[in-house]
């Protein structure tokens, strides 16, 4: 079995970094110790930070949606990924009305296999909650998916409150747990409604017609619901102060909620609507971009641990395909890139400028998503036993996001120009450098992560 021991390097794990070697026995770590003396290839990683490969647990590559499909694939999606540090993501099998959950997941399958580049696992978002589809439910714990999404807003995804409330009682039953878009859809609907009879339907108006309220008061219904329910839930894509506020009142009355946001929530703000129509409408996703005021308490929650994890919402569309919008900003696909670049972003941002340790940033990118999905220890962690997922992250580098060194197929970054602290130098997925200096080494060798319960 070929072996690796990496000498010299800090290892990093939510307690904060711990000088160790590492050796590794084909796709696994078996020993994480000082001084290690071993027959191996040793690789010398002095001065270097050691993370468990990223997860990153919000992904849409492949999706068909708003009459088009995401400009990444399994295939380039997950190459960026690697590029950021990602080894592991979990991607939204999407059930489409009408489909079966078992439908559903099979069409991810034959999207991802032999195409991806990093591991990968799926969520199942749930758009039409049927008898025969709660009846699937056991059927999908027994093929590795074991959290779900709903969406309390978009005609082609939303469920009812009731729905909902029948998904969470059955998952509860499962041990399962569902993350939410939380959007009030008819607010979101009669705004949007009065921005077209005024004629105000250039991309400035899209974070005018989806209010933080609308956040916060569907996150106060979903709260409410699992509360009656009893059971934990994860709220995705937080991006309000408004709608954090709502988490911090749910908890206070014992609800259980975990909490995810997504890196252009903690760094940008929505000034990016002010520009010409390409330049904004790369930013149109949902929820919107926010203001200063939000930015700042997500940082605060990302610091304190009142928001568990940070993961992308990778969803990447060309400045063509955005033009469908040019006329109308209802009709933009949404979505942003985001899997390359979120480990440097929370390292220059988060951890250089001292919001967050870089043991916080584990926890958030490597550990707490592992655990939350049921992936704790095979991922997540370096430690002996785990899947010998390994970034080489060199502290001292520094650099500019630009769209040439991106491996995206979406043509653009949302942070062109950006200047970072930080590089993923190398990567290794199950053992094998697969990512090295800025170049993919070796492609397609991702597998599928059957996931047991979520470890809350
Ligand atoms: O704009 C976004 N976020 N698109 C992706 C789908 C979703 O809501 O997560
Ligand atoms: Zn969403
Ligand atoms: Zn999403």
């Known amino acids: ?124 978002a749930v758009s039409d909650l049927r008898e025969d589809v709660i009846e699937e439910l056991p059927a999908m714990f027994e093929q590795g998916v074991t959290s779900f999404k709903v969406y309390m807003t978009y005609p082609a995804m939303i469920l009812s409150d009731k729905e909902i409330y029948e998904l969470l009682s059955e998952l509860k039953k499962l041990g399962g747990i569902v993350g939410c878009h939380c959007e009030n859809a008819g607010l979101i609907d009669g705004i949007r409604g009065e921005l077209e009879q005024k004629g105000d339907l250039s991309p400035r108006f899209h974070p005018i017609s989806r209010p ?48 995810e946001t997504c890196p252009h929530y903690l760094l940008l703000e929505d000034s990016v609507y002010e520009k010409d129509f390409d330049e904004s409408a790369k930013f149109v996703c949902s929820p919107p971009i926010r203001k200063h005021n939000d930015r700042k308490a997500l940082w605060n929650a990302v610091r304190s641990g009142e928001i568990q994890t940070v993961s992308t919402d990778h969803c990447s569309f060309t400045s063509l395909q955005k033009r469908a919008g040019q006329y109308d900003f209802r009709l933009i696909p949404n979505g942003m890139p985001g899997v390359e670049t979120r480990s440097i972003l929370m390292y220059t941002y988060g951890v250089k400028k001292k919001r967050i340790t870089v043991g916080r940033m584990c926890e958030l990118l490597c550990e707490n998503p592992s655990k939350l999905y049921g992936m704790f220890p095979k991922k997540g962690i370096i430690k002996a036993g785990s899947d010998a997922d390994i970034v080489v992250f060199d502290p001292h580098s520094h650099g500019v996001i630009t769209k040439e060194n991106q491996h995206s197929s979406c043509g653009y970054t949302p942070y062109e120009g950006v200047k970072v602290s930080g590089e993923v130098e190398r990567v290794y997925l199950r053992g094998e450098l697969v990512f090295s200096d800025g170049e993919i080494i070796k492609e397609n060798t991702g597998r599928y992560v059957s996931r047991g319960k979520p470890e809350l």
């Open 1 to 124: 079995m070929n072996k690796i021991l990496f000498k010299g390097g800090w290892v990093v794990s939510s307690r904060g970094l711990k000088k160790n070697d590492v050796l590794v026995s084909g796709d696994k770590i078996i020993t994480v110790g000082r001084h290690l003396s071993v027959d191996a290839e040793v690789v010398d990683v002095s001065g270097k930070l050691l993370f468990p490969g990223f997860i990153d647990a919000h992904t849409h590559f492949d999706l068909e949606v708003s009459d088009t499909v995401t400009s990444d694939d399994f295939s380039s999606g997950t190459k960026s990924a690697l590029a950021g540090g990602v080894t592991t993501v979990v991607d939204f099998a999407t059930q489409n009305k009408g489909e079966t959950l078992s439908e559903a997941l099979n069409n991810w399958h034959v999207k991802a296999f032999a195409k991806s580049s990093c591991d990968y696992a799926f969520h199942m």
């Open 212 to 259: 933080s309220s609308a956040e916060a008061e569907a996150i106060h219904r979903y709260a409410r619901i699992a509360e009656a329910v009893d059971c934990p839930v994860i709220v995705v894509h937080l991006s309000s102060e408004a709608g954090l506020e709502e988490i911090r009142r749910a908890r206070k009355r014992g609800a259980k909620i975990y909490v």
